[in-house]
């Protein structure tokens, strides 16, 4: 299906962004992560949720490198929801920005289009014009495809022609701009090369099915430009290379039985016409081709087989014509809208469209319906609104679940608080700041008076004390050699261990120094997370005001927002009925117009076969 002009030029906006080199530095991972929640969204068609991410990821600061390309798309879906001037804020406040050149010309590239798409095409002419000369290939090839676009709605076709001759064709993009100098070619009266440029479209071989509907939409246009030259031979050859299973093939088979009827072969227009008539006769192809075929056998003489088929194409005529009062009072009774709120719900993305197409009475029309730009676009809307208003509802039911969240918060609040409270009531640095004084004093003496044993350890000190108790002992012996070596011995480890301690005194002494440093720094600490929690205790109750405002100022906003987003709901559906009456109105009337000239000319057909009858009975 075809989708809206500013919705298929919101998705090119992505297309855009990713196909552009990386702006500066590697993103960090969790920047690409965010900005790919933002894309996820987007290829699901939930613009709501995609803007939603990118509006608050970038008052975040959390997507670093991608934040242009993120802006690029958020004005590409404010585009999407035909808020024209939000988009171009946010492309104008992306030029105001110190941005990479390629993002620049892509910005400038956005707004071009959208004054196209405004029809402000003075503006869109400018905007191209501030693109750099020297711009990336695939930018110079998307700003001469618009300036042809511009050309052409202004008429200018000679214009068009010149400005995308110079289009690079070997990418799929520039086939399309080739489709178009065709076109334009043959609109300038050039029909020469409008025939050479469609053609070298129309015998492409590829299996893509975007080309593939390309190449069918080139070979009916030089068909029927054909056919408005009577070269009837060349255009039924051109309407043969179209497939009979593609998007074009009705349109084809009708112009490839008037082509044939023009040449004088009226079997080989019923063949198509017959295969033609075959199809949904809810069709305008079929439907003329149902009115066309019993024409081709009047003009054989086969007026029995003509009669016949005049008898089929007023049957089809009036079922077809049932169905469509069916449908037109599906639309008064509000049915058609039901089932594209129930699609809207339970499908998101691209299913949401195919879901309308096997839902009510009105089913078998959504598809022309949906592709016009007016009703798909409103349609479009009208499925967003939905979300909108389902997303409101949402948080308006959310709104007392935060007052008990916060109301459970504050009773919590309440209950540690207590506790803080006697903790420090408890909390005295007082007789900490004692000991540390008086440990403090003991280094400093220790250094004025170099008293090593001061700082021995408690092993040192309990070695140093039993060898003192042995030596008392010995002592108490009665002297003789064994006894005078004891003592010597003793003597001789007292003298180590005092010689091992004072060597090491003045690295004892800078340890010591060093822990009371530490020291002070865990007393500052402990003083520092004191003053922060009787800060935290008292600004909390504080922090609780300002939800609870925030709170209640959410649900004013809801309360306000929900009214006004129902009342647009109910001017969208009636103008979405409005739209479709228009529609099934106006083929109604075609198919009256036809039945009336399909019983006109059987009419006819009966006259002159009584007058037929009464002439030769008279003879």
């Known amino acids: 299906m075809r989708f809206p002009l500013h919705r298929r030029f919101a998705c090119a906006v992505v297309g855009l962004v990713l196909a552009a080199p990386a702006i500066g530095a590697v993103p960090p991972e969790v920047a690409e992560l965010h900005y790919r929640a933002v894309l996820f969204n987007f290829y699901q068609r939930d613009y709501l949720a995609a803007s939603t991410l990118a509006m608050a990821y970038e008052q975040q600061h959390v997507l670093g490198a991608r934040r242009h390309d993120a802006a690029l798309l958020l004005g590409g879906m404010y585009l999407s929801y035909g808020l024209f001037d ?11 920005q110190s941005v990479p050149s390629d993002v620049r010309n892509r910005a400038w590239y956005h707004l071009g289009r959208l004054a196209y798409q405004r029809n402000d095409l003075d503006t869109a002419e400018a905007a191209l014009a501030h693109m750099d000369a020297d711009a990336a290939p695939v930018r110079r090839g998307q700003r001469a495809l618009l300036r042809g676009l511009i050309a052409m709605r202004r008429g200018d076709y000679q214009g068009a022609v010149k400005v ?6 070997t990418a799929d993009a520039g086939l399309f701009a080739r489709f178009n100098l065709g076109i334009a070619a043959l609109r300038a009266g050039d029909g ?15 299996k893509d099915e975007t080309l593939l509907s390309l190449r069918d939409k080139a070979n009916v246009a030089l068909g029927y430009s054909a056919l408005r030259t009577d070269d009837t031979g060349t255009a039924g050859r051109d309407f043969g290379r179209v497939r009979l299973t593609g998007p074009f093939a009705d349109q084809a088979l009708l112009g490839a039985g008037w082509a044939a009827t023009s040449g004088g072969h009226y079997r080989r227009a019923l063949v198509s016409w017959n295969t033609l008539a075959g199809r949904d006769a809810g069709r305008p192809a079929v439907q003329e081709a149902l009115l066309a075929a019993p024409y081709g056998l009047r003009k054989l003489g086969a007026e029995q087989q003509a009669a016949a088929a005049y008898d089929r194409a007023i049957d089809a005529y009036e079922g077809e014509l049932a169905q469509l009062n069916a449908a037109l009072e599906a639309v008064d009774s509000g049915r058609m809208t039901d089932a594209l709120r129930r699609a809207a719900l339970h499908a998101r993305g691209p299913d ?36 909108l208003q389902h997303n409101l509802s949402y948080w308006a039911g959310s709104m007392d679940g935060f007052d008990r969240m916060l109301a459970t918060r504050k009773e919590r609040y309440r209950r540690t608080a207590a506790v803080v409270d006697d903790k420090l009531a408890d909390f005295d ?3 900490l700041l004692a000991r540390r004084d008086a440990l403090a004093g003991r280094i400093r003496k220790v250094e004025s008076g170099e008293e090593p044993l001061a700082l021995a350890t408690p092993e040192e000190k309990q070695r140093i004390g039993k060898l003192r108790a042995i030596g008392k002992r010995i002592d108490a012996l009665p002297d003789g050699p064994r006894e005078s070596a004891l003592r010597q011995r003793q003597r001789a480890l007292s003298g180590y261990q005092r010689w091992r301690i004072a060597t090491d005194f003045h690295p004892r002494l800078w340890r010591a120094k060093k822990a009371l440093a530490a020291l002070d720094q865990s007393i500052a600490d402990l003083r520092d997370r004191h003053q922060s929690l009787r800060a935290a205790k008292d600004s ?13 100022d959410a649900r004013r906003r809801v309360s306000r927002l929900l009214p006004r987003v129902n009342a647009t709901i109910e001017r969208q559906r ?5 739209l479709a009456v228009q529609s099934l109105r106006q083929r109604a009337d075609r198919l009256r117009s036809y039945l009336a000239q399909a019983r006109f000319a059987q009419a006819q057909l009966y006259d002159e076969a009584r007058k037929r009858g009464n002439r030769e009975a008279g003879q």
């Open 86 to 96: 939000a988009t171009e804020d946010a492309f104008n406040r992306l030029l105001d």
């Open 164 to 169: 995308l001759s110079g289009h690079d064709a």
């Open 192 to 206: 020469a090369r409008g025939r050479r440029t469609l053609e070298t479209i129309g015998r492409l071989d590829t």
């Open 352 to 387: 949401w469209p195919a879901r309308l197409l096997t839902e009510g009475d009105t089913a078998g029309y959504l598809p022309e319906l949906l592709a016009g730009h007016d009703f798909q676009r409103a349609a479009a809307n009208f499925r967003d609104l939905y979300a």
């Open 429 to 431: 640095l007082a007789p």
């Open 540 to 552: 909390a109750r504080t922090r609780f005001g300002g939800f609870a405002e925030r709170i209640a």
């Open 574 to 578: 009636q103008h979405l009925e409005t």
